[in-house]
């Protein structure tokens, strides 16, 4: 049962729509954006997630702003709020600074858009080799076409494999505090035809010893020089898992998740978010409302945990200290594409 | 701010009384228990939770049900109801044989309630010297006064201990998928008067790897004879994750607890609980009503990744293909006490 894929963000004629993904698996509802409050608001409370649909919303936002607001000083200050809604992931500060740098802002926006689903086609050709025949999968969170604007990264290049005849079933992490991996991941899944296993985020160490995993493959926010990769709380904890068992541990995320200026994940940082999010799920609640919460976002996951990222450019494998530099010299996106 | 211990489980002038567990910590409710549907519904749904309060409850049940089910025939088949309503800890089993091999079937039943209480004061003591002052611990799910109808096994020696001056301050595990750590946990620490921040399963590695943890104690609910210890779902990634950052992992569990027939974890059968569970959080969906689920409620954690085992005994360490045989030998529970 193979669906249309759901549409993250939509711009067309100067409306600026986005799906509500906190409402899924619920109800697809397209939501209108018009003000930087409500571009700022949808990104912060994650309505509009997943690091490069973030960049697209934030640059067609931007692109919106610059026809709505005629006050350089009024605009400026609106773009610089819509690039630091959120603080981890690079593309977000990307995009809007290419848009920003741009003679034709709504252009750009349109073109960071296409060139985000045409990165997406290539990270899942050249993660195609990953996977076995029947392969027994663990993915984290959602990096599916919701969370990209685009074909997805790393359940994009899952599907892609399913697609291509692969025959993949995946066990899916819960991902607590949010449960992207619960709301959106296994509905976009089953939306694509792919078995695909509910689990609580720590049910992973017993599937990795019992359920015959093959590999673990999820997204990132951002990577460092060295490969240290911060991404969505428990991905680091994965990481230690999948070296524990042998299995092989592989993230995807396009060149521009890359930030080239930072040495190490050490100078990553983290997003810590509002307590009610571990206090309560969709408003039942589980612990006191004065409990006392540790609620980062994301952590970090050294380079030497992960086994090889998937880029659009093909596969970079260790050392990272060398393959990652040399990614570099390569044209961001869509220059080349 | 201390006050009184909750009691899961009062029995008096023939009144056998529970709290339910499920309520909590909104509602502290004592409910009564009467026929064996009620008795195997307490145990089957979690509203008496923890191996030794389902131990200590399943003994008073069935002394119960010997007073008010005249038919041999039909109490058997009731009190093996009871024996078998919960299939992975060993001592819901072990007390409900004892009161069936004892003549004054009630007193048997009391005996083995004090027992627990003293076994657990003497895990407590035992358990001092693993903390140092102002120690940082991680535990998970809940081994608190109300999970062993006594003071606690785990949670009771971390409350033990900063009774005695040590100044604790615990990260708590959410513990999903019945959030045992956020409902519980925090309750009774919160209760206790000590330090305690919740946090959601998969942050418990970014936790290991900035703030300072110096150990993590977590129960049991059944030990083989090499130190393969079944418990809550989460345990054995949580002892992979202390393994690679070098930090002590105890488990604290009386004598009952372990399995002497059973030589390794291979043996241990790991309960699977309905897909509900997983699918909601509190009573709230986050994935659709059909999603397939993957519940397992326990793991079993390889012994050499466990430092040491807290007991009424003492401390029993490595290598255990020794040290718990050693321990078979000593009389079980109240025998000595």
Known sequence: MQSAALEAVRYSGGVLEYLDQRLLPQQERMVRARTVDEIETAIKT????????????????????????TSDNEFNAAAQRVRNARPTAVNLAWAVDRVLASHDMVAEA???????????????????ELFPMNARIITH??????????????????IAADRAGKRVSVYVNETRPLLQGARLTIYELHRAGIEATLMVDSAA???????????????????????????KIGTYGLAILAAHHGIPFYVAAPRSTFDFHMNSGAGIPIEERHATEVREFAGAASAGEKTPVYNPAFDVTPGHLITAIVTEYGIVRPPYGESIPALADRPNAGVLL
Do not use: W
């Open 205 to 231: 160490a017993i599937a990795m010893q019992r359920q015959k995993i093959d590999l673990i493959i999820l997204g990132a926010d951002r990577i460092a020089r060295n490969g240290d990769t911060a991404n």
């Open 46 to 69: 994650l309505a509009v997630r997943g690091a490069p649909a973030i960049g697209v919303f934030g640059a067609y936002g931007v692109a919106l702003l610059r026809d709505a607001l």
């Open 110 to 128: 349109e073109t960071i858009h296409r060139e985000q689903q045409t990165i997406d086609l290539r990270m899942a050709e050249a993660a195609l």
């Open 141 to 158: 969170c959602n990096t599916g076409p919701i969370a990209t604007a685009g074909g997805g990264s790393a359940l994009g290049a899952i």
